[in-house]
């Protein structure tokens, strides 16, 4: 029989594969006579300075592609010489200057597409049909993109600058399309570039740098370190970067946010997931069945974002799972150059036994595993796609990231239910949800925690709408307007350089908290009859509450007289200010109206006691009657802001290359701590408490610790203005202290510090523990007085994350 007859009888697949001719020819050019291929800096090669090279492999065959210099500490610094460098004439030129290099870059990657997209399949194992129609032309809109922002610099970023040289680490899962997602905002906006490859794929990163620089770019802009965790770690350490931005595990986040604490450097982090993938029972299953393919069989479920938990309504689990059982039996594994395959390899042996540990624990933990019976190629990495059913909740492969081609079932009965599993993870990634419902759709949408919700698809990606983490899976976005911030700071901000303390021993700051300083002599101050005791409380849960210590502290003004005396909060009382914060989180669905109504009801309470909180202000602080006035008019301002931005601040459609809507949805963060400094204590706390409660979060507050009787005084402003109980919670104390506990409560979602360097230090370093969002002032104070210093933009950013929601259109 000849072969198509025998093609026709069999209907099998036979193979497709993609030439590497050129791909190959391109790593021989560069290492001729057996020399690896060098680190590219300053436009031109560079070899390691101590000569250290590794191997770089096809995970499809285990061939060697290539040796590759293995950078270290000393090549870094060349680097970021070289950034440094470039970063004055890059950061000046005119946005179209800059607009004009990412636009040939852009072209140059049309240009090369075939050649980028058969070395990355080569480097990676993943298949050519993915780079070639995903990864590449994802990579080129990127360019095009934020090309645009380039142009648009001037006009629509005005009062910003870039931040200076900015270091860049990223995982091998898409090794060129997380560069271009680092680079094209990073470089747009004027900043120059020192990024490090994952190990195991670095020969797109540097066939990119090598094609920008032949497109003109200007030497040091981009500047490829290729190499280990080692140059990563030095990247991230060295003194003058002023930011890491990060792709990769939870747990090296986790490092470096550690080794960049207190620095002033500013970070984004965007880390693992755990991401739900929710089938309703009236959903279209075909379609579900080929979203779900699309969700976790997809680069062999090596994606942040996979849909890695297959949440099923109970009455359509069994055939649903059947469907997917048979569906997954057709697919194929196989070299990542052949077109025909689904499935390509698993990036290197270490992963694949990872992704095997896994698989092996869930089944002793009682889970039924399914695995088809595919023929997998005899050499390279490969790993079948697995289907785990029979899983709790609670078991570690419904907990934790698996980062292969495994899927993870459970049931649910009802969409409260479905939220609640969706929710039940550490991360906070992206979800994808199938019903043709389109108000339960959005419904869902709105209450599953995540940066990317898809609605009846998956996995989609443009360079227009932000991608990026709610919880453990990081902070910052990258892609559309919200990304932009990542790499811009307003033209008033310096980097701050603060000294990192020395010999810092995190377990023992603000252990304690300090013995009062004086004997209470109230009756002093009254003609010797006692006064009454004015203790002021907390204010948690709505209510003004003792302090489980029971121990007061007196303040005291300039001259060192008693004022007052507030309560000395404790661990406890800020964990029951935290439960209290949660208790209140529908606060976050209430409308914009409706918290605008409250806010300004504030500021008409605040004002009717206006002399009252002046003349407490100059009894404390020592400020001229003026001043005290004037900074209390300056918080009934405030407060009138923030009612306006209420309802003004909830997003917008993104333009993406989707047909349908994408819609960026501006979300509270949800429970805040803030720790308020003591200059200007009515206008201070005002301005941070403010922004947060407008866009719905709810807070704990530590009172200025020298100053705090304003924020005492405001609980009956509070009280008469229908704020529902636990939206505002106020603790007085010890500020290190009681933002320790802040710190280190798992249950705190963001914490904002304006208290100094070294406390900025230890809130960094101990909000590692859930990788809260934190912000802090470095020990630099600011104007609260200024409309940029003290409002605005960016305050209403800290205090929010943006959720896009995707909704295809059309039958
Ligand atoms: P990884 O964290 O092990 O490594 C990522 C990068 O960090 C590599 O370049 C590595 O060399 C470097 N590195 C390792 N230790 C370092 C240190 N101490 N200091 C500085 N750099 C260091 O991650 P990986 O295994 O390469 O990638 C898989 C992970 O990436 C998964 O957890 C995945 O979810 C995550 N990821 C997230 C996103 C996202 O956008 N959120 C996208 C892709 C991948």
Redesign the pocket.
């Known amino acids: 029989m000849n072969r198509v007859a025998q093609v026709f009888q069999s209907m099998t697949y036979g193979p497709a594969p993609e030439a590497s001719d050129a791909a190959r020819a391109w790593i021989a050019a560069h290492t001729s006579d057996s020399a690896a291929l060098k680190l590219f800096i300053d436009n031109r090669w560079v070899a390691s300075s101590d000569r250290q090279t590794y191997e770089t492999h096809n995970p499809a065959t285990g061939d060697l592609l290539a040796r590759v210099a293995d950078g270290g500490e000393a090549d870094v610094d060349v680097a970021v010489r070289a950034a440094r460098r470039a970063f004055g004439a890059w950061s000046a030129a005119a946005g179209h200057v800059r607009a004009r290099h990412l636009y040939a870059i852009a072209r140059a990657i049309q240009k090369h597409a075939r050649l980028f997209a058969v070395l990355e399949a080569l480097d990676n194992g993943k298949s050519i049909r993915e780079t070639r129609d995903l990864d590449i032309p994802l990579v080129a809109r990127h360019f095009y993109h934020h090309a645009g922002w380039a142009q648009l610099f001037e006009t629509e970023l005005a009062g910003y600058q870039p931040l200076g040289v900015v270091g860049q680490?990223?995982?091998?899962?898409?090794p060129l399309l997380?560069l271009a997602w680092k680079i094209a905002p990073a470089i747009a906006l004027g900043n120059t570039i020192v990024i490090?490859?994952?190990?195991?794929t670095p020969l797109t990163a540097l066939l990119f740098a090598e094609i920008a620089a032949d497109a003109g770019l200007p030497p040091g802009v981009i500047n490829v370190v290729t190499g280990?965790?080692r140059?990563?770690?030095a990247?991230?350490a060295h003194a003058d970067i002023d930011k890491i931005a990060?792709?990769?595990?939870?747990?090296?986040?986790r490092?470096?946010r550690r080794?960049t604490a207190g620095t002033g450097k500013r970070l984004s982090l965007?880390?693992?997931?755990k991401s739900p993938f929710v089938v309703f029972d009236d959903a279209d299953q075909d379609a579900a069945i080929e979203g779900l393919v699309d969700a976790i069989w997809f680069n062999q479920g090596?994606?942040?974002?996979a849909g890695s938990r297959v949440l099923v309504q109970e009455d359509i689990a069994d055939g649903f799972l059947d469907k997917v059982r048979t569906r997954m039996a057709k697919l194929r594994v196989g070299d990542s150059l052949d077109k025909g395959i689904d499935i390509g390899a698993i990036v290197d042996a270490q992963q694949r036994d990872i992704i095997d540990g896994w698989v092996k624990r869930g089944v002793a933990e009682g889970a039924d595993l399914f695995q088809p019976n595919i023929e997998l190629p005899t050499t390279g990495c490969w790993y079948l796609p697995t289907l785990l059913t029979n899983v709790q909740p609670a078991s570690s492969v419904a907990q934790e990231?698996i980062?292969g081609p495994v899927a993870v079932a459970m049931t649910f009965r009802t969409p409260k239910e479905a939220v609640a599993l969706a929710n039940n993870t550490r991360y906070g990634?992206a979800a994808s949800i199938w019903t043709e419902n389109v108000n339960l759709a959005l419904d869902i949408a709105r209450r599953v925690k995540a940066g990317s919700v898809w609605v009846n698809c998956t996995n989609m990606f443009d360079a227009a709408a932000g991608?990026?983490?709610y919880r453990e899976?990081?902070f910052g976005r990258?892609g559309g307007r919200e990304g932009l911030y990542e790499y811009i700071r307003p033209v008033w901000e310096v980097r701050p350089r603060p000294a990192v303390p020395e010999n810092a021993d995190v377990s023992q700051w603000a252990a304690h908290v300090p013995t009062l300083p004086k004997p209470l002599n109230g009756g002093h101050a009254n003609g010797g009859i006692p006064a009454l005791d004015r203790t002021a409380k907390l204010f948690i849960g709505g209510k003004q509450a003792r302090s489980d210590g029971n121990y007061s502290r007196p303040v005291l003004n300039a001259d060192g007289d008693i004022v007052g005396e507030v309560s000395d909060g404790n661990r406890k009382d800020i964990r029951d200010a935290v439960e209290a914060a949660h208790a209140a989180s529908g606060w976050a669905y209430r409308s914009g109206h409706q918290r605008a109504q409250i806010l300004y009801y504030i500021a008409e309470n605040l004002n009717a006691r206006a002399d009252e909180f002046a003349r407490r202000i100059a009894s404390m602080t020592g400020a001229a009657a003026d001043a005290a006035a004037r900074e209390v008019a300056a918080a009934v301002d405030r407060w009138f802001t923030y009612a306006a931005y209420a309802d003004k601040y909830g997003g917008t459609v993104q333009e993406t290359t989707l047909r349908g809507i994408v819609m960026a949805l501006v979300e509270p963060i949800g429970v805040i701590g803030i720790a308020c400094p003591d200059a200007a204590p009515l206008l201070a706390f005002t301005s941070l408490v403010a922004p947060a409660i407008a866009r719905g979060n709810t807070v704990v507050a530590i009172a200025s610790e020298t100053y705090p009787l304003s924020a005492t005084d405001f609980y009956q402003v509070l009280e008469t203005s229908d704020v529902p109980a636990g939206v505002v919670n106020i603790v007085t104390g010890a500020r290190d202290h009681l933002t320790r506990t802040l710190a280190e409560h798992d249950a705190v979602d963001a914490l904002w510090h304006f208290g100094g360097a070294v406390g900025s230090y230890y809130v960094e370093q101990l909000s590692a523990s859930n990788m809260k969002r934190t912000w802090v002032d470095y020990g630099v104070a600011r104007d609260w007085y200024d409309a940029h210093q003290g409002a605005g933009a960016e305050f209403l950013r800290e205090a929010t994350q943006v959720k896009n929601i995707w909704v295809p259109s059309g039958e």
Do not use: H, R, Y
């Open positions: 680490v990223i995982p091998w899962n898409f997380m490090k490859p994952a190990p195991a280990g965790d140059a990563g770690a990247l991230t990060f792709t990769g595990s939870t747990n090296v986040g490092i470096i080794v965007e880390l693992g997931g090596q994606v942040c974002c990231e980062f990634l991608f990026g983490g899976s990081g990258e």
